[in-house]
């Protein structure tokens, strides 16, 4: 009876370990939405706007904005989506935080760029930030010296 039971846990954990984890997924490509507010910020294709969680203040260069879409995603989708899209339209990737909340920033000349995927089962939130680069001026003093 120990026999069989071990037998059991054995193949349990060895078919476990086989099977195809959460990157042996095919990388299907994204495609873009035309529904993005900014031409040089994608949206992939199949998701949706929800324009009363979000926000956009443009005024002359300034762009400040936090855009909020619904779709149905994987996070390493939007990933590879992100990272071969926004190069293309002049933004340098920053960093790239992958887990069930996925984060990538971008920046562009004087403007930053956060995008942020939840997923939730089959799909998930996708909020778009984007905001001038804060730089903090220092102004360095130099003091006499006394002798």
């Known amino acids: 009876m120990k026999k069989i039971f071990y037998a059991i846990v054995?193949?349990?954990?060895?078919?476990?370990?086989?099977?195809?984890?959460?990157?042996?997924?095919k990388a299907d490509d994204l495609g873009k939405s035309d529904i993005s507010r900014f031409d040089d910020i994608p949206v992939p294709m199949?998701?949706?706007?929800?324009?009363?969680?979000?926000?956009?203040?443009?005024?002359?260069?300034?762009?400040?904005?936090?855009?909020?879409?619904?779709?149905?995603?994987?996070?390493y989708k939007?990933?590879?989506?992100?990272k071969d899209n926004m190069p293309n339209l002049g933004w340098r990737i920053l960093n790239v935080i992958e887990s069930k909340d996925t984060l990538l920033s971008f920046e562009k000349d004087n403007e930053i760029c956060i995008v942020k995927?939840?997923?939730?089962?089959?799909?998930?939130?996708?909020?778009?930030?984007?905001?001038p680069r804060?730089?903090?001026?220092?102004?360095?003093?130099?003091?006499p010296v006394k002798k």
């Not at 443009?58 to 879409?69: D, F, M, P, S, T």
């Not at 939007?78 to 992100?82: H, P, S």
């Open 10 to 25: 054995l193949s349990v954990f060895i078919c476990g370990c086989a099977s195809p984890g959460y990157y042996h997924f």
């Open 46 to 75: 199949g998701f949706k706007f929800f324009p009363l969680n979000s926000f956009v203040y443009e005024a002359g260069k300034v762009r400040i904005g936090v855009l909020e879409y619904y779709g149905s995603s994987f996070p």
């Open 78 to 82: 939007i990933v590879k989506f992100y």
């Open 117 to 131: 995927f939840s997923y939730k089962g089959s799909g998930g939130s996708l909020v778009i930030s984007i905001s």
């Open 134 to 143: 804060y730089e903090e001026k220092t102004t360095v003093k130099t003091l």
